[in-house]
């Protein structure tokens, strides 16, 4: 079983900096694909950055240039930090991976976080 646990979400002023991490834990040896979606009250989940195990980077269009990404694969961690935060980055942002090794195996399905809210007040 392969979990994900979120943390560093919270309450920031606009212009203002968080660091949000995700931790892939359990029976899990290495992972492909990690990234960030946020979702907020009424709208879809939208796509935030994701970073390959090798490193390439993908972003969202509204955060680009504010917000970098980066991994530890030893520790099969991501981390996204938020530099110029504003009013309309609030919302619950989900960590995802997208293919594991687990057991000796590749699994190609994906897992999501609960999720850590970031509500930037104007």
């Known amino acids: 079983q392969v979990q994900l646990v979120e943390s560093g979400g919270g309450l920031v002023q606009a212009g203002g900096s968080l660091r949000l991490t995700c931790a892939a834990s359990?029976?899990?040896?290495?992972?492909?694909?990690m990234g960030w979606y946020r979702q907020a009250p009424g709208k879809e989940r939208d796509l935030v950055a994701t970073?390959?195990?090798?490193?390439?980077?993908n972003f969202g269009d509204s955060v680009k240039g504010r917000f970098t990404i980066s991994r530890d694969n030893a520790k099969n961690t991501v981390y996204l930090r938020m530099n110029s935060l504003k009013p309309e980055d609030t919302a619950v942002y989900y960590c995802?991976?997208?293919?594991?090794?687990?057991?000796?195996?590749?699994?190609?399905?994906?897992?999501w976080g609960q999720g850590t809210q970031v509500t930037v007040s104007a």
């Open positions: 359990g029976s899990i040896s290495g992972t492909n694909l």
């Open positions: 970073i390959t195990s090798g490193g390439s980077t």
């Open positions: 995802r991976v997208a293919g594991y090794y687990s057991g000796g195996f590749y699994r190609g399905s994906e897992v």
